[in-house]
Nanobody, 120 residues
Framework: QVHLVESGGGLVQAGGSLRLSCVAS????????MPWYRQAPGKERELVAM???????HYLPSVRGRFTISRDNFKNAVYLQMNNLSVEDTAVYYC??????????????WGQGTQVTVSA
């Protein structure tokens, strides 16, 4: 199985920046996609950014140009650089790993989440 740990959240003023980290451990060899999700109180969890094992990236339109997702396959880590943050970005951010890259099936794994709070 895969274990994910997020870090880097905190309190920041609008216009500021944060860098989130997610490190995977355990059986990481079969991991393919590693997306970042977020969930604000009373709202559905939404996909923020995603990066595949080949480096292809996808972004929520509202964060495109402000957020950058990257990964280090040697460290089994994925990062989310968040610039020009706005109040609407306030949420708990979660990373996810899909280990379906090998034969025999796969599963989805979630981190515990890290809080990002943006003040006006």
């Amino acid at each position: 199985q895969v274990h994910l740990v997020e870090s880097g959240g905190g309190l920041v003023q609008a216009g500021g920046s944060l860098r989130l980290s997610c490190v995977a451990s355990g059986d990481t060899i079969c991991i393919t996609n590693m997306p970042w999700y977020r969930q604000a109180p009373g709202k559905e969890r939404e996909l923020v950014a995603m990066i595949t094992d080949t480096g292809a990236t996808h972004y929520l339109p509202s964060v495109r140009g402000r957020f950058t997702i990257s990964r280090d396959n040697f460290k089994n880590a994925v990062y989310l650089q968040m610039n020009n943050l706005s109040v609407e970005d306030t949420a708990v951010y979660y990373c996810k790993a899909d280990d379906s890259g090998c034969l025999g099936g796969g599963s989805d794994y979630w981190g515990q989440g890290t809080q990002v709070t943006v003040s006006a």
